[in-house]
């Protein structure tokens, strides 16, 4: 039995043989066949899709038709983001050559085809090869003195087999019969081996074409199979082209394309160059010979002239049998200028020293809404501005020039400011650094590159200088409210019965109560009452003429009529004394613990108030303060009939006049001073009369408190709902 069964298993394997050798040899005949086809169209597509004829052919249709040229505003941003954020495109496409898409195609669908050969070919008999049982049926079918022993025997042998019932003695000898037969015979005999010809038949008249298509160009065959793996690779040509055209030229220049042509080229031969302009259809004109390569035997120049032009555009060039590989590119390049960003150019002010220094001892920095066009607003005198300038290219020069106000029109300031202070590695930015003039009214940048190109576009930015204005004070309304809001007293509802304007008298002995509030760009730095008295039933004729004229005090800077009290700054620790209060002078707590009496002799004479962000912004912008104005000791001159004055004391209706005089930190000489607009004038009245003014003014408040009171409860009642009226009791005889 063992003997049969291995002539079985071993017919079945020569059969598994066959099917995979007759399998295999039709698969790479059709493999073959195809991977040629798919070459050759390669071949061809890569020498002819490129040339004028087949592009007039192929623009008909949609799927061959060359893609369009890129826009400028396509070119533009491809720039943009390589010079402002360092992408860099990929190398430009292959151009005349086969499309990826086709290439991939092939490849796909060559792999495809292989793989469906395989398994219909190859896997499928493989798997369709008879089993031993369909085998032994085949032998008694060929050998009739088999009988059905063998296929018998074949079956009642195996371990799975259902021989209950059956006697044992008779299936050894159906099997020693059917072995004696097996031994009598050869049954590899019965093999078909027919099919083994026809593979060579089909195989090798494919593979002997490979083989000699191999020996006769194997450069090209290398590389046609490599260009079927989809490797970036060339195919081989007789004229090789290189472009050694000049990448940028002026705008407007006629362009010279040159090439250097190697190879088996006629010198009287004339290629063809195709020109694309960017968003522009595509032009094509003649590429001729210039003249030999120097140094280089079997070497010439190749050029094309261009008109002029402003417009980039890529080309490509063919000659006979050679074409470029890649597309070159001619950018026109116009002058140096600013970046397209927002902010290519940015401005800031740097303040004067005058107003203090940032901790780490810097000056502070002040921008604008115009800082990031280049612009300055509100320049202070004795500033610096700082302009930084992004360009579009390497700048050779860069100059910056100020611009001042000449009368009616303009000059340059041609000082020691035109060269840039910073200029980055790259060349790109520049920043420089110039003082500001009362008359400065603008800047501009002069920029040269290294082809001595200059910017075509002026580059001019506006400087507006802050109006030279003396501070701005302001009297803020007298108070006697608390300046703690925790208190009774210091409420925001108590505001009303505390608010006296400018109307509290002044008795004999008295003080004024100066609340003012000053405010300046350049800084408070110092801050001055100034006054005078006028007398009683004095006319103003009797003083002499030069100080009939003097009304205010900026028209007494020699104090011949106005006397000046200097008020003293302060310091304050905010967490002991709270917060400032600006409306009343006070800081919250400087009331704490003091009596009535006690109260009205604090003098916050003059607080400048603390930066709101001492990193970034100066102290000292706004002041301001309380001081209660002592006039006890206060003298009066009254002229005299024969000339000089005559000093008094001061008197019952005599009249106090009073200004607040502040001065910025500029140290520019005879600085004038900012005043109240109005003065706070006060008439020397008697206790009594101070008395009963302030009686009637606290009438006056309570009779306002009311009729808000009533106003209010009537506003509320507009918005409430009538209450209806509750029913009443009915008689007992409505009822029935």
Not at 518 to 547: C, F, M, T, W
Request: glycine share 8%; aromatic share 8%.
């Amino acid at each position: 039995m063992t003997h049969l069964l291995g002539q079985l298993k071993r017919w079945r394997a020569t059969e598994r043989l066959i099917r995979v050798a007759w399998g295999g040899a039709r698969c790479a005949a059709v493999v073959g066949v195809v991977l040629a086809l798919a070459c050759a169209i390669d071949w061809l597509a890569d020498r002819y899709l490129g040339s004028e004829t087949w592009r007039a052919v192929l623009k008909r249709t949609w799927v061959f038709a060359p893609g369009p040229a890129p826009t400028a505003e396509e070119r533009w941003f491809t720039d943009h983001m390589r010079l402002a954020h360092g992408f860099h495109v990929p190398a430009a496409a292959v151009i005349d050559d086969t499309p990826m898409w086709m290439r991939v195609g092939m490849t796909g669908g060559q792999i495809g085809l292989a793989l469906g050969l395989i398994y219909l070919l190859l896997v499928r008999p493989w798997r369709r090869t008879p089993p031993v049982d369909e085998l032994a049926s085949l032998a008694e079918k060929a050998i009739p003195a088999f009988g059905h022993r063998l296929v018998t025997a074949v079956q009642l042998n195996r371990p799975t087999a259902r021989t209950q019932g059956m006697s044992k003695l008779l299936i050894a000898e159906v099997t020693r019969e059917a072995g004696e037969l097996a031994a009598r015979h050869n049954l590899l005999k019965l093999v078909d081996y027919k099919r083994l010809l026809f593979a060579a038949l089909v195989a090798v008249p494919v593979l002997l074409g490979w083989a000699g298509y191999a020996l006769a160009k194997p450069e090209l065959t290398a590389v046609l199979l490599k260009r079927q793996m989809l490797q970036n690779v060339e195919i081989p040509r007789t004229i090789q082209l290189q472009n050694v055209s000049q990448e940028v030229w002026p705008t407007g220049a006629e362009v010279e394309l040159r090439y250097k042509v190697t190879g088996t080229y006629d010198s009287a031969a004339t290629g063809r160059v195709r020109v694309e302009p960017d968003g522009q259809p595509e032009e094509s004109y003649d590429l001729v010979y210039d003249s030999d390569v120097e140094g280089e035997p079997g070497a010439a120049y190749f050029v094309t002239k261009l008109p002029a032009s402003s417009l980039d555009f890529s080309f490509t060039a063919r000659l006979g049998h050679g074409r470029t590989r890649q597309s070159g590119r001619v950018r026109f390049e116009g002058p140096p200028q600013l970046t397209n960003d927002s902010d290519a150019i940015t401005a800031e002010q740097w303040l004067p020293k005058f107003l203090g220094t940032q901790p780490n001892g810097a000056p502070f920095v002040r921008k604008n809404d115009g800082s990031t066009r280049g612009e300055i607003n509100d320049a202070l005198p004795m500033s610096q501005i700082v302009v930084e300038a992004r360009f579009n290219k390497p700048i050779k020069q860069a100059r910056l020039i100020p611009i001042l106000r000449d009368g009616v029109r303009e000059k340059d300031f041609a000082g020691a400011f035109q060269e840039p202070q910073n200029l980055s590695d790259d060349r790109k930015s520049a920043v420089w650094l110039f003082p500001t003039t009362d008359k400065m009214i603008a800047y501009r940048v002069e920029l040269t590159d290294d082809r001595g190109f200059v910017n075509a576009v002026p580059i001019r930015r506006n400087v507006r200088m802050l109006d030279d204005k003396p501070p701005v004070v302001t009297f803020m309304p007298e108070s006697t409210r608390h300046p703690d809001p925790e208190d009774y007293d210091g409420r925001p509802d108590a505001k009303v019965a505390h608010e006296w304007g400018d109307r509290m008298p002044l008795s004999e002995g008295g003080r004024i109560m100066v609340i003012y509030h000053a405010r300046s760009e350049q800084g408070i730095s110092k801050v001055n009452i100034a006054y005078r008295v006028i007398p009683k039933g004095v006319a103003p004729d009797a003083y002499p003429k030069e100080l009939q004229d003097i009304q205010h005090p900026r028209q007494d800077p020699e104090n011949k009529l106005f006397s000046r009290l200097t008020l003293k700054p302060i310091t304050a620790d905010l967490k002991t004394v709270k917060a400032y209060v600006p409306d009343l002078g006070l800081f919250e707590k400087s009331w704490y613990m003091l009596s009535k009496q006690d109260r009205f002799r604090v003098n916050i004479e003059l607080y400048p108030f603390p930066s709101p962000a001492p990193g970034t912004e100066p102290a000292g912008l706004e002041a301001g303060g309380r001081y209660m104005f002592e006039i006890d000791g206060l003298l009066k001159k009254i002229p005299k009939e024969g000339g000089g004055f005559e000093i008094a004391k001061l008197e019952v209706g005599d009249t106090v006049q009073l200004f607040v005089e502040v001065f910025d930190k500029n140290p520019t000489p005879n600085r004038a001073p900012g005043y109240t607009k109005e003065a706070r004038r006060k008439i020397v009245v008697t206790g009594e009369e101070a008395v009963q003014a302030i009686k009637m003014r606290d009438e006056q408040n309570r009779r306002l408190q009311d009729k808000l009171r009533d106003l209010a409860t009537d506003q509320a009642n507009v918005f409430r709902l009538p209450t209806p009226p509750k029913d009443e009791k009915k008689p007992k005889d409505e009822k029935k």
